[in-house]
């Protein structure tokens, strides 16, 4: 029986690139899209933001002199692009999903609403929801802070290329250690910097736990789902 019956599965859109230095690993994209299959065979919904990093991020293109709303449309316009390429590898093996859209571009994807995401969701279609939350100076850790509370997931599952939160960001001090639980206080308290204030806030004030764990581990994802102890959980 999985511990979780409804999820948003944060993917990190740099972890896509796997060994590269910009864009999508094909074999990272289809190690995902295994491992999200396993979980949909064994009844879980699962909801699914991914981050743009492996194309673009706004700050960067602010930092080369591009206006900065601009430049996060282009962040918001590359986690579609991985959302597509996701839906894409995910249909290929046989599993049925949808990519939803923060901002209108049909046919490209459907406008996002919290009805028809939930009703795609109980019919056991993923859900990608893409374009991050539609506005400038936000992250993808907020939009799915935002549709994991909207869709009523049960958890948050942040996967990433670190396997915890950590005392201080591991690939920066070797000497940091790692929590197995962590409240959202003390996130704030230590100044933690593995998601933005604004996303931990947001599951803060909704209840929505988060995993924070190695998704580039293979399964994983379905050792998360089996209530094994990895990864660290942020609660209230
Ligand atoms: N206290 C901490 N514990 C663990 N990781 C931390 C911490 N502080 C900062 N980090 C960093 O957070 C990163 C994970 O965040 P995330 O998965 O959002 O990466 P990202 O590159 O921002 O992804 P995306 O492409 O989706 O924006 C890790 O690579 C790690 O270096
Ligand atoms: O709600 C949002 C979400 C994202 N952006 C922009 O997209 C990029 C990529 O997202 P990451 O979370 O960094 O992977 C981000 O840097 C922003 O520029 C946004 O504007 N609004």
Redesign the pocket.
Known sequence: MAKYKRILLKL???SLMGDQQYGIDQIRLNDYAEQIAALVKSGVEVGIVI???NI??????AAKGFDRVK??????L??VINSLALNSALINGGVRSRVMT?IRMEPVGEYYSKEKAVDALAKGEVVIIS?????????????SALRGIEIEANVMLKGTRVDGIYSADPEKDASATKFESITFDEIYARNLRIMDLTATTLCKENNLPILVFNMDQKGNLQRVMNGEPIGTIVHN
């Open positions: 990190s859109g740099e981050g743009g990093g673009f991020r706004g700050l960067s293109g430049g996060d449309q282009m962040g918001m590359a986690t923060a374009g991050g939350t539609g506005n400038p100076y936000f992250t993808t850790d907020t939009a």
